[in-house]
């Protein structure tokens, strides 16, 4: 079963716009992660942020995390082409190992 | 290694035949993670290693799944007798412990067709 869900499903923007997905988790969690796909391929880890942070930046990146809502979302702000992929969050849970994967977001940039 | 290695890249195989695919992980990474993902979908959570403890094969969807792996090095996931809806891409990762600070790293995963 999945853990994590992201809205919206697909999300097609305009390049230099931002771009805000949301992921909605069921039970308690040690951190959340968000990971970029390319290509249907391998993933790679954006950003990190831990059950006791509410808000991380990396770059154009933006996370917040509301653990009573058991929600995150990602921003990504002056959108790029090169930023078109499928975009996951992950969560790890409190005592659990394994992450638990949501279903993506498909972020198209248009040019 | 640099990176987590998988391989094959890609596996054509027929139905009803067996396959292996292997993951090699970052040296020194303790734990290692089989995903499974259809076209178009999520991450699937197949098996977990964790040094030398006992797996979590909580998400292996079958019993034809069986997934290896000696100490921390290289891992194998072998499909029995495969089936058409074993097609997918299967990814491997790999991480220092469990709940790490700087996320997972995946291979490129191997994409199998069953014909």
């Known amino acids: 079963s999945q853990q994590g869900e992201e809205d919206p499903q697909a999300l097609s923007i305009q390049e230099g716009e931002n771009a805000t997905m949301n992921c909605s988790y069921k039970?308690?969690?040690?951190?959340l992660q968000w990971y970029r796909q390319n290509s249907g391929r391998g993933l790679v880890h954006l950003i990190l942020?831990?059950?006791?942070?509410r808000e991380k930046h990396s770059g154009r990146l933006r996370v917040t995390l509301d653990t009573s809502k058991k929600s995150s979302s990602l921003l990504i702000t002056a959108s790029r082409a090169a930023d078109t992929a499928s975009y996951f969050c992950?969560?790890?849970?409190?005592?659990?190992?394994?992450?638990?994967f949501g279903s993506g977001t498909r972020l198209s940039i248009r040019p | 290694g640099a990176g987590v290695s998988q391989s094959p890249s890609n596996k054509v195989t027929e139905k009803g035949k067996d396959v292996e695919l292997r993951c090699d992980p970052i040296?020194?990474?303790?734990?290692l993670y089989w995903y499974r993902q259809r076209l178009g979908q999520g991450l699937e959570f197949l098996i977990y290693?964790?040094?030398?403890?006992?797996?979590?094969k909580s998400g292996l969807p079958s019993d034809r799944f069986s997934a290896e792996r000696t100490g921390e090095s290289v891992s194998t996931l072998t499909i029995q007798r495969t089936q058409q809806e074993d097609s997918a891409v299967y990814l491997c990762?790999?991480?220092?412990?469990?709940?790490?600070?700087?996320?997972?790293?995946f291979g490129s995963g191997t994409r199998l067709t069953v014909v």
């Open positions: 990762a790999s991480s220092l412990a469990q709940a790490p600070t700087y996320g997972y790293t």
């Open positions: 992950a969560t790890v849970g409190s005592s659990a190992s394994k992450i638990i």
């Open positions: 039970t308690s969690i040690n951190n």
């Open positions: 040296s020194g990474h303790t734990a």
């Open positions: 942020i831990r059950s006791n942070e």
């Open positions: 290693f964790q040094g030398n403890s006992a797996p979590d």
